[in-house]
């Protein structure tokens, strides 16, 4: 392990203001990988989970994905072990709207009442006063969207919520609830090989919102060894995730990639894409690339 002194910093990615007024580090970290099998139940390494989340920040991440769901109840309260008391520069992100049934199973709830107790719970696991950035996991078809919405906008009167965001929609919902309250952020699926949400991503530039692409390494399929990028990335003297990184890093200056992991070596190695640089004939390899 390299120390933080030495070790490439996140900070090279730059800053974005969430909401125009709360920066972060672009190259932030996702808590999902810090539970059971299936995102479900605790951590085999629940000592190693909390070295992980700190090594992050060690390495200037600022920015720190979680949801009440991934667990439950588990990454939540790891990111507590691991940094509060809280340094200013820490934002953390959570969610809430999906239901478990078991693990790798995951059911839409936007009752208002629902929303709330989980922000509630979030507040309390979390050790906040306020949830910097609480986002709507999933639109629940069954329930009016300006109601889920709405229910936000009045955790955010009471002081619960800073900001509001929204995960896995269409620019069409980003701006029917935009007319309930103000979306500062969406996280939708979006890497190097998946582009499907690119109207998405359009629809934040123009609008301000950060978008922060969930699975930007494809939940390891663009990293594995042998793996679509192994080649490039052995020419380019970086590795595949630093080039997935790096490619979202550039495609757009709204872009926040989580990257997830349960390894300090994995959190090292993706710090580091922050200070790589690609040109357009990296980019248009790398597209090739995944494209074969
Ligand atoms: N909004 C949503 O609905 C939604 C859905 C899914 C995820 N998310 C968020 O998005 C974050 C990122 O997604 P994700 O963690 O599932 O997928 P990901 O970041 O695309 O990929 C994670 C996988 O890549 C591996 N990996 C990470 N860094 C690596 C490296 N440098 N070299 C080789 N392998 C590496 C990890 O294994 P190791 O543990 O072995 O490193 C893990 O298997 C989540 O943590 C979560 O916060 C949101």
């Given at each position: 392990?390299?120390?933080?002194?030495?070790?490439?910093?996140?900070?090279?990615?730059?800053?974005?203001?969430?909401?125009?007024d709360?920066?972060?580090?672009?190259?932030?970290?996702?808590?999902?990988?810090?539970?059971?099998?299936?995102?479900?139940?605790?951590?085999?390494?629940?000592?190693?989970?909390?070295?992980?989340?700190?090594?992050?920040?060690?390495?200037?991440?600022?920015?720190?994905?979680t949801?009440?769901?991934?667990?439950?109840?588990?990454?939540?309260?790891?990111?507590?072990?691991?940094?509060?008391?809280?340094?200013?520069?820490?934002?953390?992100?959570?969610?809430?709207?999906?239901?478990?049934?078991?693990?790798?199973?995951?059911?839409?709830?936007?009752?208002?009442?629902?929303?709330?107790?989980?922000?509630?719970?979030?507040?309390?696991?979390?050790?906040?006063?306020?949830?910097?950035?609480?986002?709507?996991?999933?639109?629940?078809p069954?329930?009016?969207?300006?109601?889920?919405?709405?229910?936000?906008?009045q955790?955010?009167?009471?002081?619960?919520?800073?900001?509001?965001?929204?995960?896995?929609?269409?620019?069409?919902?980003?701006?029917?609830?935009s007319?309930?309250?103000?979306?500062?952020?969406?996280?939708?699926?979006?890497?190097?090989?998946?582009?499907?949400?690119?109207?998405?991503?359009e629809?934040?530039?123009?609008?301000?919102?950060?978008f922060?692409?969930?699975?930007?390494?494809?939940?390891?399929?663009?990293?594995?060894?042998?793996?679509?990028?192994?080649?490039?990335?052995?020419?380019?003297?970086?590795s595949?995730?630093?080039?997935?990184?790096?490619?979202?890093?550039?495609?757009?200056?709204?872009?926040?990639?989580i990257?997830?992991?349960?390894?300090?070596?994995?959190?090292?190695?993706?710090s580091a894409?922050?200070?790589?640089?690609?040109?357009d004939?990296?980019?248009?390899?790398?597209?090739?690339?995944?494209?074969?």
């Amino acid at each position: 392990m390299t120390d933080s002194t030495t070790a490439p910093s996140a900070v090279a990615s730059g800053s974005f203001d969430l909401g125009g007024d709360l920066p972060v580090i672009r190259l932030g970290y996702g808590t999902m990988q810090l539970t059971g099998p299936g995102i479900w139940g605790p951590s085999a390494d629940p000592e190693g989970a909390v070295r992980v989340i700190r090594r992050a920040a060690e390495l200037g991440v600022t920015f720190f994905d979680t949801a009440d769901s991934y667990g439950p109840v588990v990454a939540e309260p790891l990111l507590r072990k691991a940094l509060h008391p809280y340094a200013d520069d820490i934002v953390i992100a959570t969610k809430a709207g999906l239901t478990r049934s078991g693990p790798n199973d995951w059911r839409p709830v936007g009752r208002p009442e629902y929303l709330r107790q989980q922000a509630l719970m979030s507040l309390r696991l979390l050790g906040v006063d306020r949830i910097d950035l609480f986002q709507l996991h999933r639109v629940d078809p069954a329930v009016p969207l300006a109601d889920q919405i709405g229910e936000l906008k009045q955790l955010q009167d009471e002081g619960v919520i800073r900001h509001i965001g929204m995960s896995e929609v269409t620019a069409e919902q980003l701006a029917e609830a935009s007319r309930t309250a103000r979306i500062v952020s969406v996280q939708n699926l979006y890497n190097l090989a998946h582009r499907d949400a690119e109207p998405v991503l359009e629809y934040a530039e123009q609008n301000g919102l950060a978008f922060i692409p969930w699975f930007p390494l494809a939940t390891g399929a663009l990293v594995k060894p042998g793996g679509p990028l192994a080649a490039i990335a052995e020419q380019h003297g970086a590795s595949p995730s630093q080039l997935a990184l790096a490619w979202l890093l550039r495609r757009s200056p709204v872009i926040l990639p989580i990257p997830g992991t349960s390894s300090i070596a994995h959190v090292e190695d993706n710090s580091a894409a922050a200070g790589v640089e690609i040109s357009d004939a990296d980019v248009e390899a790398l597209t090739r690339a995944v494209a074969e």
